[in-house]
């Protein structure tokens, strides 16, 4: 068992670009869920997909930022139009079914804008 | 405010002693998780909780949804013990869980 996998671990981008980032659930777990971590906001819900559909995007930033389960053995988290705000360690999490069950991080991808 | 509020914010141990920290919780929690992300930024799961206790070698952690807090005991504790801690809870909706701020724990030599 890997863990979750994500890619890259680290990305500097310009402001104004297009940053990707990609997740690989571990197998056999049906939810994924992003969150966002930094010093001064701590870590913070982006949204969650269930059998790769999406359930609560309640903390996505409504511009910007999508997030995508294209099937179930990845998700990616894209932001457009990247700003310095937006640098963050970017986090993603497995679990077997819903939030209720242990949730497994994955090591994180650093986005650093400038 | 703040739905999960972990206390203290930092600690220092002197290995060998115990500790314990505490999350307080204004949402009305079901489960509990605790994690401590190492330095690396890997974030570890120590324990998940439903109302009750749990222990795990030198780890003990408690959760009462009643009173709405939960606790992490360390017991004689380890260099390799220090790191950020974390509590989470999700309330009934069972959905996503809200992280408290971490506590930082550095132990000593």
């Known amino acids: 068992n890997a863990g979750v996998i994500q890619t890259p671990r680290h990305k500097v981008t310009g402001k104004g670009q297009e940053a990707t980032l990609w997740c690989e659930p571990i197998?056999?777990?049906?939810?994924v869920f992003w969150y966002r971590q930094t010093i001064v906001q701590g870590l913070e819900f982006l949204t969650y997909f269930r059998n790769q559909a999406p359930i609560d995007d309640s903390g996505m930033p409504k511009e910007r930022f999508s997030a995508q389960m294209p099937n179930q053995s990845h998700s990616t988290l894209k932001i457009q139009s990247t700003q310095p705000q937006d640098s963050a360690v970017y986090l993603c999490?497995?679990?077997?079914?819903?939030?209720?069950?242990?949730?497994?991080f994955g090591e994180g991808s650093r986005l650093i804008v400038v | 405010g703040d739905k999960v509020k972990q206390s203290p914010s930092a600690l220092s141990l002197q290995e060998g002693t115990n500790s314990a920290l505490r999350c307080n919780f204004s949402?009305?929690?079901?489960?509990v998780q605790w994690f401590l992300q190492n330095p690396r930024g890997s974030l570890i799961n120590l324990f998940y909780?439903?109302?009750g206790t749990k222990e795990n070698g030198r780890l003990k952690s408690a959760f009462d949804s009643k009173e709405s807090y939960s606790t992490l005991h360390i017991r004689d504790a380890q260099l390799e013990d220090s790191g950020t801690y974390f509590c989470a809870a999700t309330n009934s909706a069972g959905n996503k869980l809200t992280f408290g701020i971490g506590t930082r724990v550095l132990v000593r030599p």
């Open positions: 197998s056999g777990h049906s939810a």
């Open positions: 909780l439903v109302p």
């Open positions: 949402i009305a929690a079901t489960t």
């Open positions: 999490a497995s679990t077997r079914d819903r939030g209720g069950n242990t949730l497994y």
